[in-house]
């Protein structure tokens, strides 16, 4: 494919025909820009240096590969991050050598606790040079080694091409992951011919897709048989495009269910047998139907500490466990399971409800019922109320009026680490698959922003919120900048309650409510701040301002508006699992203190 020559966006080019004009052989910079077409990408997230010109020069002679320029690395990882998260595609980010590389350093180990498709490329000094303190040098694989999925350095140009069909390859199979694709300056400067390969296949990668029939079978038995079931489901299932499945199945057999704060999306949160969030901060319904119920299905999801609380509590009631997840080393990890099951969880669920159709038994409804009487019990606790005020802000009543607005429309909800994002969760109901951003495993900060920019561009009709702090929300402020000069109008809500809140929380609960270094003592003007940057800025400090202002930064749709709340100080995050606990173990207010 010519690089000069303009594409249609979007378009496949034809990866393994010459330039019909070209004169010489593509470089290895060239050669990466063609792999990136073949590869479909559409937009590429970065910050030029020394190590990558050469890389920067053939993507400037092209123009079916959008390139938009961070203000930081770590957003340029965080933006691919949120991209993919959003549509499911992979991921694409570039940084320089050395700084440009350990920048970026948080967003790869993000994505990696998240189970992202990521192909980041990172410039390299030249090969002559490595190991040798080389300006701008690091050991790039080294370093990233235990936060990717798989990292390669590129030696020889001939390798290249090969070298980013696998890339993409493994990030998007299996279970997905960022990979680094390491290129020293002289790689990316070197010529030779240009080929594609329509596929690859690599003897020490082959993940399993398809499930083990005998242990589907044994799992049906087991669905079948329960008297108090119950379906927990995890980010696997919005990775694995099976949320279909999961309501198909929740339809089939009647069953309640859960999603983590990962999984949010995969069951309709307004369905009835949807009971919430479950873990640290989830629901009094859902922790109590977890630790009672007698055969729990896990779907794409990994028993973390933030879902199950103590191992021991969790495993001092007996109860039989299928586990479903596509990574055979997640499975039994950390709760010993009954039925292992590893494959796709599309592929595995599909095969599951197939079974279950054919079977001439069904779960026994008087058990069930008896088991939905118990749960209903659970629900009257109403964990989730709170205290309305019509003299302080209310972070949760933020939320609700947020998703009150937006229910019937086109929206992604990203959010920061803290209060504001277990409140996002909590009160935002999410209806829809890969319309919640956040980040789970690492719990990183500073992602929200960028987030939001990486899904405005994917999705450039959508409304795009961002629910942040005022601590969050200062690690990646600068990409503000880039907002307005990559025209994504996306809408921020800080939750400014002039605190780390889930510090504090935390410090008020556990520290005897000594509060160390968790106020936010000299704040900006955050009005100002966002006009400075080109946008709209709002101040909200009373209740009865904060539906018309949430109105009009929806109306504002070609606008970026920064929505700076003031909300109570002194809330907490309830229902809440303290470290060492079980998850039945819930304080669900400040009265259980």
Not at 73 to 98: P, W
Not at 455 to 481: H, N, R, W, Y
Not at 553 to 561: E, F, N, P, Q, S
């Amino acid at each position: 494919m010519d690089m000069s020559s303009p594409v249609r966006p979007g378009a496949h080019p034809a990866p393994s025909s010459p330039a019909p004009n070209a004169a010489a052989e593509p470089n290895g910079s060239e050669i990466l820009v063609r792999c990136l077409q073949a590869e479909n990408v559409k937009f590429l997230w970065g910050y030029p240096g020394g190590a990558v010109l050469y890389i920067y020069d053939a993507l400037y002679k092209q123009d079916t590969i959008e390139h938009v320029l961070v203000r930081h690395e770590q957003a340029a990882i965080h933006a691919a991050d949120g991209y993919a998260r959003a549509t499911g595609e992979v991921g694409v980010a570039i940084v320089t050598s050395g700084p440009g590389v350990t920048n970026a350093v948080t967003g790869i180990a993000t994505a990696y606790m998240d189970s992202i498709p990521m192909v980041i490329i990172t410039g390299q000094v030249p090969t002559h040079a490595i190991g040798l303190d080389a300006f701008q040098e690091c050991d790039t694989v080294g370093i990233t080694r235990p936060i990717v999925k798989h990292n390669f350095l590129v030696k020889d140009v001939r390798d290249l091409a090969m070298t980013m069909k696998k890339a993409f390859h493994i990030a998007r199979t299996g279970r997905p992951g960022p990979v680094v694709v390491d290129v020293p300056k002289d790689v990316s400067l070197k010529t030779t011919p240009f080929v594609y390969p329509d596929s690859v296949e690599m003897r020490s990668y082959n993940p399993v897709r398809k499930g083990h029939a005998g242990q589907i079978r044994k799992a049906v038995q087991l669905l079948l048989n329960a008297q108090r079931p119950y379906v927990y489901t995890g980010g696997g299932v919005i990775l694995g495009e099976a949320s279909a499945e999961v309501r198909e199945l929740v339809d089939l057999l009647g069953f309640p269910c859960t999603n983590t704060l990962m999984g949010l999306g995969a069951m309709p949160a307004t369905d009835p047998r949807f009971l919430g969030m479950l873990g640290m901060h989830g629901t009094y319904e859902a922790n109590m139907t977890m630790q009672h119920c007698d055969v729990l299905l896990a779907v794409g999801a990994r028993f973390d500490d933030r879902v199950i609380g103590n191992p021991k509590h969790f495993a001092s009631v007996e109860r039989k466990i299928i586990h479903v997840d596509i990574d055979p080393s997640s499975i039994s990890k950390r709760v010993k399971v009954d039925i292992p099951i590893v494959g796709d969880v599309k592929d595995v669920l599909q095969e599951l409800i197939a079974q279950i159709r054919e079977a001439q038994a069904r779960p026994d409804a008087r058990a069930l019922s008896a088991w939905w009487s118990q749960i209903n019990e659970w629900r009257k606790r109403d964990c989730l109320k709170y205290r309305h005020s019509d003299e302080v802000i209310k972070p949760q009543y933020v939320v609700e009026k947020l998703w009150e607005l937006t229910r019937d429309s086109d929206c992604y909800i990203t959010s920061d680490v803290g209060q504001h994002q277990m409140w996002a969760a909590q009160y935002y109901r999410f209806d829809q698959p890969r319309r919640w951003i956040n980040s789970g495993g690492l719990g990183t900060m500073g992602v929200g922003l960028p987030y939001a920019m990486g899904i405005k561009l994917a999705k450039p009709d959508a409304d795009v919120f961002c629910i942040t702090g005022e601590g969050s929300i200062q690690m990646c402020i600068q990409e503000l900048s880039t907002c307005l000069q990559y025209n994504t109008p996306v809408k921020v809500i800080s939750l400014n309650n002039r605190y780390l809140g889930m510090v504090r929380q935390w410090q008020e609960l556990d520290y005897e409510g000594r509060y160390s270094h968790s106020y936010m003592d000299a704040l900006p003007d955050f009005v100002k701040l966002a006009e400075a940057y080109g946008h709209i800025g709002l101040k909200i400090e009373r209740p009865s301002d904060v539906e018309p202002a949430l109105r009009e930064a929806i109306r504002l749709k070609d606008r970026t508006v920064f929505l700076d709340v003031r909300t109570d100080q002194t809330e907490n995050v309830w229902p809440m699992v303290q470290a060492g606990k079980g998850i039945t173990e819930m304080l669900l207010g400040s009265e259980d203190l």
